[in-house]
Antibody, heavy 118, light 107 residues
Framework: QVQLKETGPDLVQLTQTLSITCTVS????????VHWVRQPPGKGLEWMGA???????DYNSAFKSRLSISRDTSKSQVFLKMNSLQTDDTAKYFC????????????WGQGVMVTVSS | DIQMTQSPASLSASLGETVTIECLAS??????LAWYQQKPGKSPQLLIY???SLNDGVPSRFSGSGSGTQYSLKINSLQSEDVSIYFC?????????FGAGTKLELK
């Protein structure tokens, strides 16, 4: 059964670095791509970036050089790291699986709500 | 970046009614369009992919159509459990942008 679960801090201080782990089960990271999407409270969804099954990455340029995505295939984990956090980075952060050979996100994690505090 | 303009922003409809939500892409996305349903406090759930393919387990009252830059999601015979926010997303080109969402409520 396919599952994704995000774990990370509830609270991050202004200008500090956010680290979130997406642990997956029921599929292999070497077969499927995993993406990161965030949603500020009461707002829409914003695509952040992706870890391709081949190990490459893709980033939304809106995050410039603040964002880094990596993985540990032996642990079935994908990592998001974003530095220089601001208050408008307060959001729920989701990881999602892209369908095999498909152009859609077929499974999502429950998300982790992160508040950036000044 | 491809802009996705979703309308309406909110919609109020009665049980049993048919509703339509639309998404306009700023350029041709060649049917690489997905629709998601999001209930309060939950993660988005895939409804439709490739513009008109119904995801497994999604009721047949949901349907998608469109091509090029114009796409729509139709819900026939609205049920109470359809009260949600609906998002479109283009998966044609990075960044894989979403529409702003449509909040569907019962009248």
């Amino acid at each position: 059964q396919v599952q994704l679960k995000e774990t990370g801090p509830d609270l991050v201080q202004l200008t500090q670095t956010l680290s979130i782990t997406c642990t997956v089960s029921g599929f292999s990271l070497t077969t499927y791509n995993v993406h990161w999407v965030r949603q500020p409270p009461g707002k829409g969804l914003e695509w952040m970036g992706a870890m391709w099954n081949g190990g490459g990455t893709d980033y939304n340029s809106a995050f410039k050089s603040r964002l880094s995505i990596s993985r540990d295939t032996s642990k079935s984990q994908v990592f998001l790291k974003m530095n220089s956090l601001q208050t408008d980075d307060t959001a729920k952060y989701f990881c999602a699986r892209r369908g095999y050979g498909g152009y859609y996100f077929d499974y999502w994690g429950q998300g982790v709500m992160v508040t950036v505090s000044s | 970046d491809i802009q996705m303009t979703q309308s309406p922003a909110s919609l109020s409809a009665s049980l049993g009614e048919t509703v339509t939500i639309e998404c306009l892409a700023s350029e041709d996305i060649y049917s690489n369009l997905a629709w998601y349903q999001q209930k309060p406090g939950k993660s988005p759930q895939l409804l439709i992919y490739y513009a008109n393919s119904l995801n497994d387990g999604v009721p047949s009252r949901f349907s998608g159509s469109g091509s090029g830059t114009q796409y729509s999601l139709k819900i026939n015979s609205l049920q109470s459990e359809d009260v949600s926010i609906y998002f479109c997303q283009q998966n044609y080109d990075s960044p894989y942008t979403f529409g702003a969402g449509t909040k569907l409520e019962l009248k």
